[in-house]
């Protein structure tokens, strides 16, 4: 029960960090720019966080906010660029766009353009 309650912990202060943890994947809509500064989380609160999001995805495969919090978490908590890009092009098929500025960084940081 405490691993659950430190995951949620986690999940919640990341959703608050990144702002958009909410949101609707109906219609194009840009989510705001994940946050500058990341929240500090070890390794494995971290996996934690990530694998709530692949569970959610799992239950619900058409729920872009899953991916786009998800590939968030890639992106600066795991440098996993290339599965950044996988949930990146996910949420948008599912109608979810990111911000110019994410998807700018994604692009120096992973050396390719999509």
């Not at 960090?17 to 946050?35: D, E, F, R, V, W």
Request: hydrophobic share 35%.
């Amino acid at each position: 029960m405490n691993r659950f309650k430190s995951i949620g912990i986690c999940v919640l202060t990341l959703s608050l960090a990144l702002s958009g943890c909410a949101a609707n994947s109906y219609g194009k809509k840009t989510l705001p720019q994940a946050a500058k500064q990341p929240v500090v989380i070890n390794e494995a609160e971290m996996d934690g966080v990530i694998s709530v999001f692949s569970e959610t995805i799992k239950n619900n495969p058409e729920y872009a906010g899953a991916y786009y919090n998800r590939a968030i978490a890639y992106f600066y908590y795991q440098n996993n660029y290339e599965k950044c890009w996988q949930d990146v092009h996910k949420a948008e098929s599912l109608g979810l766009k990111f911000s110019p500025d994410f998807v700018q960084a994604l692009k120096k940081a992973s050396n390719r353009e999509k």
